[in-house]
Nanobody
Framework: VQLAESGGGLVQAGNSLRLSCGAS????????MGWYRQAPGKQRELVAT????????RYADSVKGRFTISKDMAKNTIDLQMNDLKPGDTAVYYC?????????WGQGTQVTVSS
């Protein structure tokens, strides 16, 4: 499985960004997809995940009510709509996918929120 992210950039606090991730390869094996982020000097953390089947979503407490994860299984893509962005959201955002056997990561896309 290969993952490719797009949509990062520089925005002012309070504004919005939408990240997209496209999956290719053995996509039939994917059970869940999601977004993680890593800020400078910090560990990578979960932002949101969504299951391939029922589409159940899970969010980090820090983004609940501001971020929304969605999927288009026909296109093998997931999106992350990020509203009311804060400087604390600044990080490299990574798309992830998991099958029964292993996990996969994208290259990451930078999101920078200025105050």
């Amino acid at each position: 499985v290969q993952l490719a992210e797009s949509g990062g950039g520089l925005v002012q606090a309070g504004n919005s960004l939408r990240l997209s991730c496209g999956a290719s390869g053995n996509t039939f094996s994917i059970l869940t997809m999601g977004w993680y982020r890593q800020a400078p000097g910090k560990q990578r953390e979960l932002v949101a995940t969504i299951s391939s089947g029922a589409g159940s979503a899970r969010y980090a407490d820090s983004v609940k009510g501001r971020f929304t994860i969605s999927k288009d299984m026909a296109k093998n893509t997931i999106d992350l709509q990020m509203n009311d962005l804060k400087p604390g959201d600044t990080a490299v955002y990574y798309c992830s996918a998991n099958s029964l056997l292993r996990g996969y990561w994208g290259q990451g896309t930078q999101v920078t929120v200025s105050s």
